[in-house]
């Protein structure tokens, strides 16, 4: 048993000095593995920054979408559009930023702005309470609700049909940097009454 | 010598297959994302050319309501764009709405129903992308 041991050491000395790295190969090998270091980490968050914008780009359009279909649903199945502030459509068409709608049942619903904690968000306000179309990270733009994208034109042959082109753009809430946290749509589409 | 490992470092096969694989990595990332990033991009902008498709249905609907022989005489391809009027086409319409959409209405009437198709195309980076809405109207009262 010691016999080896000294053997083998001996073995060990006499190439010891051979082993190992030289500083250029050390160096050499800390550049490429920092370079590969780096092209990784920059493509995790490239990834990771992606998947985000990806993400706000499919919320904002189903918000949109959702706001856009409940709107619609209501408006084609109303009895009489007029405008919130109580004035009917008019033939050449009027806008306005919020529309009063009146369901087959008599009950009333307003589409419009509603402002929730410094976000511009479309609503439906009804007897029963109010309720929000579009989520609290989305907004309709502007600084108030005097004046944000969301406009409703209401226009009506008299005696055959009354349409409501409805118009907004939603975007994420305050004004982030990045490319990447930026996300905006703007939908547009016309709706005719069915009765 | 070899055995016992000393000396013994990668040999220039080993070094080009994990390069090789850390760059096919990288790359299928890098891919996968922008593909997501676009297929997102593409999905908000189909829905908003099908809005306008819809849009130009209903603009269809109002003209039927309004008057029946004025939409039964409506024929061939119309460019409906921005101001939602309708404009005869001449040969194919070009961007109408906004800087982005290519909206024209197809109207084919045999009796008694008009046959509308509305076609709202745009441009991508994969080429030219349209979406189409087709229905019939008739003169229901």
Do not use: H
Not at chain 1, 43 to 64: G, W
Not at chain 1, 137 to 146: I, P, Q, R
Not at chain 2, 14 to 40: H, M, Y
């Amino acid at each position: 048993m010691e016999m080896r041991n000294i053997q083998y050491s001996e073995f060990s000395i006499q190439y010891s000095k051979r082993n190992g790295f030289t500083l250029l190969e050390i160096l050499i090998a800390l550049g490429v593995i920092s370079l590969l270091g780096v092209v990784i980490v920059q493509v995790f968050f490239t990834t990771t920054r992606s998947n985000t914008k990806t993400e706000i780009v499919k919320d904002v359009k189903q918000q949109a979408d959702y706001a856009v279909g409940t709107m619609t649903r209501f408006i084609q199945n109303s009895r009489a559009i007029s405008l919130a502030n109580g004035s009917v459509c008019v033939a050449g068409g009027s806008t306005i930023s919020s529309i009063l709608v009146t369901a087959p049942d008599g009950n009333q619903t307003t589409f419009g702005c509603l402002v929730d904690s410094g976000v511009q968000r479309l609503a439906s306000v009804s007897a029963s309470g109010s309720e929000y179309l579009t989520g609290s990270s989305y907004t309709l733009g502007g600084t108030s609700c005097a004046d944000t994208t969301l406009s409703f034109v209401c226009s009506t042959i008299p005696g055959t049909s009354t349409s409501v082109k409805i118009g907004f753009s939603l975007s994420q809430k305050g004004s982030p940097q990045s490319l990447y946290e930026k996300a905006s749509t703007s939908i547009e589409t016309t709706v005719s009454l069915r009765n | 010598m070899n055995r016992t490992g000393f000396n013994t470092g990668q040999t220039l096969v080993e070094i080009i297959v994990v390069v090789g694989v850390v760059v096919l990595l990288v790359t299928g990332l890098v891919i996968g994302t922008t593909a997501s990033l676009r297929i997102g991009e593409s999905g908000k902008i189909r829905s908003q050319a099908v809005k306008l498709a819809q849009q130009a249905i209903e603009l269809a609907r109002t003209v039927r309501d309004t008057q029946w022989a004025t939409f039964a005489s409506m024929t061939g391809t119309y460019c409906l764009g921005d101001t939602n009027t309708w404009t005869p086409a001449t040969g194919l319409c070009s961007v109408n709405i906004g800087t982005t959409f290519t909206r024209s209405v197809n109207f084919a009437f045999v009796d008694p129903r008009m046959t509308v198709e509305v076609t709202v195309s745009w441009q991508d980076s994969s080429g030219t992308k349209q979406t189409s809405l087709k229905t019939y109207f008739t003169q229901w009262k």
